[in-house]
């Protein structure tokens, strides 16, 4: 059983900064990337980032580029989203999934977390 617990979501202002965190346990399968999603009340579920298991690669969304990083800790089972200058439209639930490669759509992403709130004010 494969387990992703986020971590570090919070009420923030605009122009702030948050790490969100997701710790992995359990089987997967050899390797795995990992991707960050988010969904806001009333919308689809859009990708944010993702980043190969070396963390050689990394993928971003336009509307984070520049103010979002994925990171990993292979030895910690860790995978870290940190996201500056923080919008009001970034508030979200943020999830953290894992996938067999590093893409960017949804349903190739296997394993998926509960989700953390994000939530900026203006």
């Known amino acids: 059983q494969v387990q992703l617990v986020e971590s570090g979501g919070g009420l923030v202002q605009a122009g702030g900064s948050l790490r969100l965190s997701c710790a992995a346990s359990g089987r997967t399968f050899s390797r795995p990337a990992m991707g960050w999603f988010r969904q806001a009340p009333g919308k689809e579920r859009e990708f944010v980032a993702a980043?190969?298991?070396?963390?050689?690669?990394?993928y971003y969304a336009d509307s984070v580029k520049g103010r979002f990083t994925i990171s990993r800790d292979n030895a910690k089972n860790t995978v870290y989203l940190q996201m500056n200058s923080l919008k009001p439209e970034d508030t979200a639930v943020y999830y953290c999934?894992?996938?067999?490669?590093?893409?960017?759509?949804?349903?190739?992403?296997?394993?998926w977390g509960q989700g953390t709130q994000v939530t900026v004010s203006s």
């Open positions: 980043i190969s298991w070396s963390g050689g690669n990394t």
């Open positions: 999934a894992a996938a067999r490669r590093v893409v960017t759509t949804d349903p190739d992403y296997d394993y």
